[in-house]
């Protein structure tokens, strides 16, 4: 089909980090929703920076504050380049903050998948943090929740606030903003908790999975949250983060030569993934062998065959999109958490 830069598009702001220059490169983005492509342009010189390109990313990706994965590079949605694209994000989506409170962590992945599959939230960030004395006052949080941990979820969709309203009546221990103030407030205080990852750092018998964006974008990783606490494990840290091309080499350059179809698994941790921790509160069970044994063999077609309930088997596509990343050997719980999570 023949291309035009008259196709249907919305065309946004955006930014890139080069960590290396330590510079912020300006672009526009033109995301064509039809068929899905891409095209930006660089704004210090107005020159084309990525010709129109095939992505697999979906059109409700696209929000402001967003950060999108081009081309194994994360890219954050700024601003708005004109008045259409404004009025097309605005009309079908709108965001709002959850939390759910530490009480019911039993019930965490539940939740999410609530507010995922059948409410029809994309979570473009959810984040542990510990609520503080001082957060109280400076966050406007319900006060029973003081001193303990908390799960923030920034939910979008359209009428995202109303949705909200209705999820927390039907679901105990968890509570939402009840105007934009309150939604400046607690989007900061989400922001505070992506600056200071809350996690368990030097547990040896822990483990930590690393749910994979194609998951994510599919709605379904509140099934695997669900799936893992079930196992009587308590998680101790969850957030997201944006893996670009060179941090998924970097985390799986000891995998190098182990793991088959290298570069298709580098591409399947691209984007943004949740990081889990585990720990159990039972010191003679072996964490990171009962996580790996729920998570299943690495390729799906033997988890389907062999294992059929566990996660590789029932949320896997193939053996490089295979829904999560896990660890494999004792001790190896600290070693991740600290490569995502500490800052």
Request: hydrophobic share 40%; charged share 25%.
């Amino acid at each position: 089909m023949a291309q035009s830069k008259q196709d249907p598009r919305m065309t946004f702001e955006c930014e890139q980090y080069d960590q290396y220059a330590s510079l912020r490169r300006l672009y526009v983005l033109f995301f064509f929703y039809n068929d899905g492509t891409v095209e930006m342009i660089d704004r210090t010189n107005d020159k084309v920076y990525l010709k129109r390109t095939p992505t697999a990313i979906p059109r409700n990706a696209f929000f402001l504050g967003a950060t999108v994965n081009v081309l194994g590079k994360p890219t954050t949605i700024t601003g708005y380049a004109d008045e259409v694209t404004r009025q097309l994000c605005e009309e079908h989506s709108e965001s709002t903050v959850f939390l759910i409170a530490e009480s019911s962590f039993v019930s965490l992945g539940r939740y999410i998948s609530i507010l995922t599959e059948e409410c029809g939230f994309t979570i473009s960030d959810l984040q542990m943090y510990w609520v503080r004395d001082e957060a109280i006052a400076k966050y406007d949080l319900p006060q029973e929740l003081r001193n303990t941990r908390v799960v923030l979820l920034l939910g979008v969709r359209a009428a995202a606030m109303q949705k909200g309203l209705d999820f927390v009546q039907r679901s105990p221990g968890t509570c939402t903003v009840a105007d934009t103030a309150q939604l400046a407030l607690w989007k900061d205080c989400l922001k505070e908790a992506r600056q200071n990852p809350l996690a368990v750092f030097d547990d040896m018998n822990s483990s930590v999975v690393v749910i994979k964006p194609h998951l994510i974008q599919s709605k379904r990783a509140g099934n695997v949250i669900q799936q893992l606490v079930d196992l009587d494990l308590e998680p101790t840290a969850l957030a997201q983060v944006t893996i670009s091309s060179t941090i998924a080499d970097r985390f799986l350059r000891p995998y190098r030569g182990v793991l088959p179809n290298m570069d298709d698994t580098l591409h399947s941790l691209e984007g943004n993934a949740w990081v889990l921790q585990l720990i159990s509160l039972d010191d003679s069970k072996d964490v990171v062998e009962v996580v790996r044994a729920a998570c299943g063999p690495y390729d799906t077609v033997v988890a389907k065959k062999i294992f059929p309930t566990t996660i590789r088997a029932k949320f896997g596509i193939n053996e490089c999109d295979n829904a999560v990343h896990c660890c494999d050997l004792p001790g190896e719980g600290p070693t991740y958490v600290k490569f995502f999570l500490k800052k």
